[in-house]
C-alpha cells in the first residue's frame, strides 16, 4: 500500500517558486509570498487523493504499450520495459474538487492564487509518482553484494514517443474508474490532477535512455535528465 498522505505529496515552497519560474536563490515577491499560504492551505482542504497499481507482465504490457500503432519509431520504453524486474501499472489522481477550486479561481475569481495552486497540484501529482517509485523500489533488495540498489521510473503514454492513445489499453487493464478516472476523447484524464503510466524497475542502467530522439525537441520537461539517470552513449 503506498503512502498518499497529504503531508508526503505537499511540494515544499521552494519547488513551487522554481515551477513558477522564480530562479533558484532569488526572492519572491511579496504577493506571490502572501498567496503561497492561502494555496498550500486550498491544496490540503480540497485534495482527495487517490492511487491504484497492479503488477503486470511484459507480455501484457508489449499490447499496452503498441495501444493504437502510432508510437514513435525506438521510443525508449520498448527496451526499456523487457529489461524490468517487475513491471506495475499505475494511476493516481488528486480528485475532482482541487480541480474545480482551479477552474473556479481562474474563472475570473482570482487569476494569481488559481495559478499558484495549479502549480501546487501539478508539483502534488509529481510528488506522487516519486512516492510510487520508492514503493516500488522498496520492494527490492540487491540481488548481489556488488549491484547498485534497483531503481524505479514512472514512465506515462504522452511522453518520450510513447503516444498518449496506449491510454485506452491503459484503463481498460488497470480501470483506474474505481478511483475517480476517466478519459475523454482525446485521451486525456479528468480529474485534469492525475497521473497514469507504468511503474518499471530494475538496474539503473535499463533507464539510460539515447537523447536527440526527434520527439526531444519538443520535450518541455526533461525528466531523463531531471532523474539523473544519464544518457547512453
Ligand atoms: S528529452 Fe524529454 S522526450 Fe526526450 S527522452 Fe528525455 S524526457 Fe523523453
Not at 522498496?138 to 496506449?166: K, M, N, T, V
Request: proline residues 7%.
Amino acid at each position: 500500500m503506498i503512502d498518499f498522505s497529504l503531508a508526503r505529496l505537499q511540494p515544499a515552497a521552494a519547488a513551487v517558486y522554481a515551477a513558477l519560474g522564480l530562479k533558484n536563490g532569488s526572492e519572491p515577491s511579496a504577493r506571490s509570498a502572501a498567496l503561497l499560504p492561502r494555496a498550500m492551505d486550498l491544496f490540503l482542504a480540497t485534495s482527495e487523493p487517490r492511487g491504484m497499481s497492479r503488477p503486470v507482465t511484459a507480455d501484457e504490457f508489449a499490447a499496452i504499450f503498441a495501444g493504437q500503432g502510432l508510437n514513435a519509431p525506438q521510443a525508449p520504453l520498448e527496451e526499456i520495459f523487457p529489461q524490468a524486474r517487475r513491471l506495475e501499472l499505475f494511476a493516481f489522481t488528486l480528485g475532482e474538487r482541487i480541480s474545480a477550486e482551479i477552474e473556479r479561481l481562474f474563472s475570473g475569481v482570482d487569476f494569481a492564487l488559481g495559478f499558484i495552486l495549479d502549480a501546487v497540484a501539478s508539483l502534488a501529482a509529481d510528488n506522487a509518482g516519486r512516492l510510487a517509485e520508492e514503493w516500488l523500489e522498496s520492494q527490492f533488495g540487491r540481488q548481489e553484494e556488488s549491484d547498485s540498489p534497483p531503481r524505479a521510473y514512472l514512465y506515462s503514454p504522452g511522453y518520450c514517443g510513447w503516444h498518449i492513445s496506449s491510454q485506452e489499453r491503459l484503463f481498460a487493464a488497470l480501470r483506474p474508474q474505481a478511483i475517480g478516472l476517466s478519459l475523454n476523447a482525446s485521451f486525456l484524464m479528468a480529474p485534469l490532477k492525475s497521473i497514469s503510466g507504468v511503474l518499471a524497475v530494475g538496474p539503473t542502467v535499463i533507464h539510460r535512455i539515447a537523447g536527440g530522439y526527434p520527439f526531444c525537441s519538443r520535450c518541455q520537461s526533461p525528466a531523463c535528465r531531471e532523474r539523473d539517470i544519464g544518457i547512453k552513449e
